[in-house]
């Protein structure tokens, strides 16, 4: 599938180390540090890395989506976003440059560091959303979201390659789904958080739409402080970091990573080794699935402020889920700012169920087809059902099938690639096309569909089959190529012990 998977180059026998089937016996069995010792630096990388990175993701969806709370608290007539497609295309714009910026912002995660590099852009950040506030008209609002997008595009690509770095395959299912799960929160919660701020109109004179962007950006900017303070670097460079492991603790993860996958080590910056895996079709398949996984997410938000975007299934029901219990369920303001949080519980007892599920019989196929069938029983229900109290029991199914696919499909990703550069250039074309899928998701639910938008329905069950359709061909290619390796007859990923998982 890949051009350079065929041959073993001189480099990558340098460094071939015990990897899949042997490496996922040999990877707790370390010449320094016995079982439970190794588990509590594990345990403290979780509690260090996996906190501090998921409370700033949580901010960063919130920072994202807020627009569609703002839209129902006033906004939309304020700034006039109700003609014609101002609303979509002030939602569009972030995904443009969001997409645009991801390649670069996560080389220079690794060049300049990722305590540095993350902390400085949502600090950023933060101060851009609190000028959303003041913006006179809806064209400066659009240009606030343009910036926004590419101060965000490092954020997520840049994490997801961090955790990468620091956990060996058949653990970071669990560590994705609870980085996710605390950004879930944010959708959860952002909700009620809106609700909450936008009563503080009318001090100041300003209105409650105001009072949301600049209490969500106050936040931002402390999140972003503490993230100077707990964001920890590479593991090469993570015994710098104040009040983390130590050299020697440092040393065992990269031992240990080298035993799961061998390719812990630093590589000097070489453009063509970033851009190599573009030649590789696997690279584009795993992003594909990304795209796919979110389109649900657009219906919800759909449904309770203007139209809007997450990859395509995720992200409708990020921006579309309060528009939709407001104009076409007839919830009051207020209640459809809370009922937001409910499916989102249902989400997480789902991805983390299947997370454990997936890390411990190391496999990712059958729980990316077992979610994308719950998603796609939930579409119909949603769309389609007569009752709002049985619609509303297919907005649950539909949130947690889909937000559970995403750190299974990060996980399917991050199990079959090797290569800092790779892990590097793969995880900016997942969260791009994701951000394609938001794009996607803006332009299916549109405001003319409302208050049904079935038009979005139909395209967002097109995209859960689309999936299977992906994996499938995906997992097809895995059991053959292992097949394969194990007669001999081919190396993997530049390692003759390396072995897809499916």
Same mark, same amino acid.
């Given at each position: 599938?890949?051009?350079?998977?065929?041959?073993?180059?001189?480099?990558?026998?340098?460094?071939?180390? $015990?990897?899949?089937?042997? $490496?996922?016996?040999?990877?707790?069995?370390?010449?320094?540090?016995?079982?439970?010792?190794?588990?509590?630096?594990?345990?403290?990388?979780?509690?260090?890395?996996?906190?501090?990175?998921?409370?700033?993701?949580?901010?960063?969806?919130?920072?994202?989506?807020?627009?569609?709370?703002?839209?129902?608290?006033?906004?939309?007539?304020?700034?006039?976003?109700?003609?014609?497609?101002?609303?979509?295309?002030?939602?569009?714009? #972030?995904?443009?440059?969001?997409?645009?910026?991801?390649?670069?912002?996560? $080389?220079?995660?690794?060049?300049?560091?990722?305590?540095?590099?993350?902390?400085?852009?949502?600090?950023?950040?933060?101060?851009?959303?609190?000028?959303?506030?003041?913006?006179?008209?809806?064209?400066?609002?659009?240009?606030?979201?343009?910036? !926004?997008?590419? !101060?965000?595009?490092?954020?997520?690509?840049?994490?997801?390659? !961090?955790?990468?770095?620091?956990?060996?395959?058949?653990?970071?299912?669990?560590?994705?789904?609870? #980085?996710?799960?605390?950004?879930?929160?944010?959708?959860?919660?952002?909700?009620?958080?809106?609700?909450? #701020?936008?009563?503080?109109?009318?001090?100041?004179?300003?209105?409650?739409?105001?009072?949301?962007?600049?209490?969500?950006?106050?936040?931002?900017?402390?999140?972003?402080? /503490?993230?100077?303070?707990?964001?920890?670097?590479?593991?090469?460079?993570?015994?710098?970091?104040?009040?983390?492991?130590?050299?020697?603790?440092?040393?065992?993860?990269?031992?240990?990573?080298?035993?799961?996958?061998?390719? $812990?080590?630093?590589?000097?910056?070489?453009?063509?080794?970033?851009?190599?895996?573009?030649?590789?079709?696997?690279?584009?398949?795993?992003? !594909?699935? #990304?795209?796919?996984?979110?389109?649900?997410?657009?219906?919800? *938000?759909?449904?309770?402020?203007? =139209?809007?975007?997450?990859?395509?299934?995720?992200?409708?029901?990020?921006?579309?889920?309060?528009? &939709?219990?407001?104009?076409?369920?007839?919830? +009051?303001?207020?209640?459809?700012?809370?009922?937001?949080?409910?499916?989102?519980?249902?989400?997480?007892?789902?991805?983390?169920?299947?997370?454990?599920?997936? %890390?411990?019989?190391?496999?990712?196929?059958?729980?990316?087809?077992?979610?994308?069938?719950?998603?796609?029983?939930?579409? =119909?229900?949603?769309?389609?059902?007569?009752?709002?109290?049985?619609?509303?029991?297919?907005?649950?199914?539909?949130?947690?099938?889909?937000?559970?696919?995403?750190? /299974?499909?990060?996980?399917?990703?991050?199990?079959?690639?090797?290569?800092?550069?790779?892990?590097?250039?793969?995880?900016?074309?997942?969260?791009?096309?994701?951000?394609?899928?938001?794009?996607?998701? +803006? *332009?299916?639910?549109?405001?003319?569909?409302? =208050?049904?938008?079935?038009?979005?329905?139909?395209?967002?069950?097109?995209?859960?089959?689309?999936?299977?359709?992906?994996?499938?061909?995906?997992?097809?290619?895995?059991?053959?190529?292992?097949?394969?390796?194990?007669?001999?007859?081919? &190396?993997?990923?530049? +390692?003759? %012990?390396?072995?897809?998982?499916?």
């Amino acid at each position: 599938m890949s051009t350079d998977i065929e041959k073993l180059s001189h480099e990558n026998v340098e460094n071939i180390e $015990a990897a899949a089937p042997k $490496a996922v016996v040999d990877v707790d069995v370390d010449e320094e540090y016995n079982y439970e010792e190794q588990r509590k630096i594990v345990h403290r990388v979780d509690r260090r890395l996996i906190v501090i990175c998921g409370f700033a993701y949580c901010i960063s969806l919130m920072d994202r989506t807020n627009v569609s709370a703002a839209a129902i608290a006033g906004m939309t007539v304020d700034l006039e976003l109700y003609v014609g497609f101002r609303y979509s295309i002030m939602v569009l714009v #972030f995904f443009v440059t969001y997409v645009v910026f991801q390649p670069l912002a996560t $080389a220079l995660i690794r060049r300049i560091g990722p305590r540095i590099f993350l902390s400085a852009i949502v600090i950023t950040w933060g101060a851009c959303l609190i000028g959303f506030a003041y913006s006179p008209d809806w064209q400066t609002l659009a240009g606030l979201r343009a910036l !926004l997008g590419v !101060l965000e595009a490092g954020f997520f690509p840049g994490t997801v390659y !961090l955790l990468s770095c620091w956990y060996s395959r058949y653990e970071v299912q669990k560590r994705y789904s609870f #980085f996710y799960l605390i950004g879930c929160v944010a959708s959860a919660l952002s909700g009620i958080l809106a609700y909450g #701020f936008s009563q503080m109109a009318p001090l100041q004179g300003l209105n409650g739409w105001q009072w949301i962007f600049i209490m969500q950006g106050v936040l931002t900017f402390i999140v972003g402080i /503490c993230c100077m303070i707990f964001v920890v670097d590479f593991p090469d460079k993570g015994h710098n970091a104040w009040g983390f492991l130590n050299e020697r603790e440092c040393a065992f993860i990269l031992r240990r990573l080298n035993r799961d996958r061998a390719d $812990a080590n630093p590589e000097p910056f070489n453009i063509v080794k970033f851009l190599r895996p573009a030649l590789d079709l696997k690279i584009w398949g795993f992003a !594909l699935v #990304f795209l796919f996984v979110p389109s649900p997410r657009y219906y919800f *938000l759909a449904l309770t402020t203007p =139209p809007s975007c997450l990859t395509t299934v995720s992200y409708a029901i990020a921006y579309f889920l309060p528009i &939709i219990l407001r104009e076409n369920m007839g919830f +009051s303001i207020a209640a459809a700012q809370c009922l937001v949080a409910p499916p989102y519980v249902l989400a997480g007892i789902l991805m983390l169920s299947t997370a454990w599920f997936g %890390d411990k019989y190391r496999m990712r196929a059958p729980v990316l087809i077992f979610n994308s069938v719950i998603t796609l029983i939930g579409l =119909p229900v949603m769309g389609f059902a007569s009752s709002n109290g049985v619609r509303y029991f297919g907005v649950f199914l539909t949130t947690a099938g889909a937000n559970a696919n995403i750190p /299974c499909s990060m996980a399917y990703q991050a199990n079959n690639i090797r290569g800092q550069w790779t892990r590097a250039f793969a995880s900016a074309t997942l969260v791009g096309f994701g951000g394609i899928g938001g794009i996607a998701g +803006s *332009l299916i639910f549109r405001s003319q569909d409302a =208050p049904d938008y079935i038009p979005g329905i139909w395209g967002a069950m097109a995209c859960q089959f689309l999936l299977l359709i992906v994996v499938s061909l995906l997992s097809a290619y895995f059991w053959w190529a292992n097949r394969k390796a194990d007669r001999g007859e081919k &190396i993997i990923e530049g +390692s003759p %012990d390396f072995r897809y998982t499916i």
